[in-house]
């Protein structure tokens, strides 16, 4: 009479130790190429919506200009009285001069409603900056908003977006920052300029802010393999991806001045 095996004995016996590791890699496997699918997918939406902000932008800023017989908003005035390509003045000189790209400036063209407080966390405000704030950034600050609203001790509110805004930037005087708020007018503005990019700055010369990587900042080194492009916004409304494989990264990495850029500070540089 033939032994019997009971199902528990069966399973003991069914599975050696080499075929249970094999099954635990395959499913490892699977699982990493999930999930650099679904990487793959927040990228590309990433990008995709971040094309949406800066052609809702564009609508702003030309609304802005035919109202003021053409004449295109700067970049925003802040620290040192220098002009910096990527604030944007909430309260005080640019938006009462109306020369900086400020949101008060440009608020009544737009439907997106100004918060009551840009200093609060939360959904609501998150909601409200939208188009002001790459989503490749946006949604890896777990500060939400608030954070990035700074007081420069000098009594104004600037809110750091994560765009460059370049309108007039090729005025910048040789020691490579802007002078004044530019009449960068609507006619001079043509398809080869770029009016807004996605932020890619090198700060104090240590280390990269920049937007669509998996991290906020990066460190020098890891440039080559962490950026994936920018978006750019030209003069007349075009939005166009500039992938990584486009710039000289290592030339960058190095800090090569004769790479396309602008700087606002002696160490901080730009690129676009
Ligand atoms: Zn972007």
Known sequence: MAKKISPRNQLLTGFTLFELLTTITIIALLMSLIFSC???VRFQG???ECMSNLRQLYHLVAAHANDHRGRVLATGRIWYG???PDSIGISGPVADSGVGLSWPELQPYSDVPLADSLATSGEE?????GIWMCPSRRSKDSRA???????QGDGNTYLNTSYSFLAGSEKWSNVERASSGEDLTQSRL???????SDLFIL????QFFVNHTRTDSVAESQIPTSFAGMNRLFGDGRVAWKTASEFDLSAISAGDSAQPHVRSELTDRWYY
Not at 145 to 151: A, C, E, K, T
């Open 46 to 48: 990433w990008r995709v």
């Open 38 to 40: 679904i990487s793959a």
């Open 203 to 206: 700060w104090a010369g240590r």
């Open 125 to 129: 405000t998150r909601r409200t900056i």
């Open 190 to 196: 043509d398809p080869q300029r770029i009016l807004i």
């Open 82 to 84: 220098q002009l910096y």
């Open 145 to 151: 908003i608030g954070g990035n609203l700074v007081n």
